[in-house]
């Protein structure tokens, strides 16, 4: 093994770990809101300003003397695109506040999937017969969660979770209709955007200072949301696309783990039959796309 291949062996296993990282940090989202007593509107508004605190604060850091430059040539498309972040990052806070953790996640596990199916009604991209296959069976998989919440006459959660993956799809055919977008702006924008839009809905004064639910707002905002974002950010750059959407679902396995352990929430049977008709197309398909990335990357 020469040096070269010896150090991209390293930035690979380096990658892999911070991808799983930020996936482990997302995971616990779930419990949190389900610990915090604050409504979902005062939790939205107090991750996004701890989060945006901490963005801004890791860009100035990480950009030194930068940080204004590096926000005038991200220009009006990171702004776009962190409207779009905000959009889904305040649908899925409510979303967990009003169905189960394994539900939400499930659904938003499908955010590969239709950005996949925008970027060819928008942009013409072609979609493989594979991921048409994997879309149908995981779209599948939540109408049998749906459909038995509709019964139930409890569904309002499930459909917003189905809005951040909408959304977060509609961001990445603009990111890629348009110049390219620095994410680190687009992030600390999407929570400036979040907390100005939950102010009017929020309480702010309801968290004292020595509230209980204070640092496990902090932990949502900071720990959870930027930390996660960051190690994604700079974790996926040096792995191949699908070794980081087969890692990030370590989140969307973990989550409901975390609140079944500590709060014993047990999924509904419906979640449970859905949840793994997704997953097991989400990791065949993740599965064949690695597989592929390694053909192509094989030395001769």
Known sequence: MTAIEAASGNLRLRGSLMVAAAAICWSIGGLLQRVISADAWTTIFWRSVFA?????????????GRTLALFKEAGWAALAVGVCFAVASTMYVLSLSLTQVANTLIILSTSPFMAALLGWIVLGEAVRARTWVA????????????????????????LLA????????????????????RMLPAAA???????????????????????????????????????????????????????????????????????WLVLHEVPEEAALWGGGIVLAALVLHALLDARDARSVNAPF
């Not at 809005?163 to 990111?175: E, K, M, W």
């Open 189 to 259: 924008f999407a929570a400036v955007v979040a907390m100005l839009f939950t102010l009017p809905f929020a309480r702010p004064m309801a968290i004292l200072p020595f509230d209980y639910d204070l640092p496990l707002l902090v932990l949502y905002g900071v720990g959870q949301l930027a930390v996660g974002m960051i190690l994604f950010l700079n974790g996926a750059r040096w792995i191949p696309a699908a070794e980081a959407s087969l890692l990030a679902l370590l989140e969307v396995i973990l989550a409901p783990f975390w609140v």
């Open 135 to 158: 879309m149908a069976s995981a779209f599948a998989g939540i109408a049998v969660m749906v459909v038995s919440k509709a019964a139930s006459g409890n569904i309002l959660g499930d």
């Open 52 to 64: 945006a605190l901490f963005l801004f604060a890791y860009i100035f850091w990480r950009e030194r």
């Open 162 to 181: 189905f809005g951040p993956p909408l959304v977060v799809a509609i961001a990445t055919v603009l990111i890629r209709r348009g110049r390219k977008v």
